[in-house]
């Protein structure tokens, strides 16, 4: 059985899983965030499926989002970029009040995530030397690229608009997984991708299998694709990524 909480952290809501009768064991702990436009609540089956095999589980909402959201969808669907650079931001401030308080085993943290998750946990998986294991579901770690036709904050042909979403997005830019394969070598991580996403194109997991395997870096690389799957997870990415947290965190 499991138990679910709502609670706020530090003005960030969240869904926290734990196995019943566990909340205030010390327990392996994974952070996982959910895709653009969507909310905690809608990705809590995967906070439900994790917490039944023995995980604690942290659900929460990103900036405009969920219980965050003020109803401005334009505001909302005009910043994406500053949302993904949230989640990062953010991630260490949840990391430490669970450590602190006992409840998260420090040697063991996880990352995972949905589309702009997966994005938020492939720049975490570079930044944190903490993250130990990390699941990367439909999502990207090559922002600089995939910013220019991806919720493009700038018009493309501007180079003055170009430049200042670099300057203001630079600390996710430098987080960009262009030629960083071995600073993940060690570490376990799994994909999965739709080979027919019309959001996210399966290429950027294409992309990033090639770069792992050029650099003798996929040793931890579990990869999996669906030859059908557009952009929704599907019963065998929730029950793989399940599998894989159990036998790796």
């Known amino acids: 059985m499991v138990e679910m909480y709502e609670e706020n952290i530090d ?4 869904v926290h899983a734990v196995p019943a009768g566990q909340y205030q064991q010390q327990l392996p702990t994974i952070f996982f965030y959910h895709g653009f436009t969507s909310s905690k609540e809608i990705y809590s089956y995967f906070g439900y499926t994790l917490a039944k095999a023995g995980f604690r589980v942290i659900l929460p909402d990103a900036r405009l989002h ?9 505001r909302l669907l005009a910043n994406f970029w500053s949302i993904l650079q949230g989640n990062v931001e953010e991630l260490p401030v949840l990391k430490d009040h669970f450590v602190g308080k006992g409840l998260a085993d420090s ?15 492939m720049a975490a998986l570079v930044k944190f ?70 959001v996210v194109p399966f ?3 294409q992309r990033l299998r090639q770069e792992l395997a050029e650099n003798s870096a996929d040793a931890n690389l579990t990869f999996i694709s669906e030859a059908d799957a557009k952009h ?7 029950a793989k990524t399940t599998a894989f947290f159990a036998a790796k965190l």
């Open 11 to 14: 003005g960030i809501q969240v």
């Open 66 to 74: 969920g219980a965050r959201a003020d109803g401005d969808e334009a």
């Open 107 to 121: 040697e063991r943290l996880g990352v995972g995530g949905v589309s702009m998750g997966g994005m938020t946990t």
């Open 129 to 198: 030397p903490w993250v130990k294991v990390a699941a990367n579901l439909m999502g990207s770690g090559y922002f600089s690229k995939l910013s220019h036709h991806l919720f493009p904050a700038y018009d493309t042909q501007d180079t003055a608009q170009r430049d200042a979403f670099e300057r203001e997005f630079a600390p996710l830019l430098s987080l960009d997984f262009s030629g960083k394969a071995a600073l993940i070598a060690g570490k376990p991580l799994f994909v999965w991708h739709g080979e027919q996403d019309d």
């Open 203 to 205: 290429g950027e997991s």
């Open 232 to 238: 929704k997870v599907s019963v065998n990415a929730l």
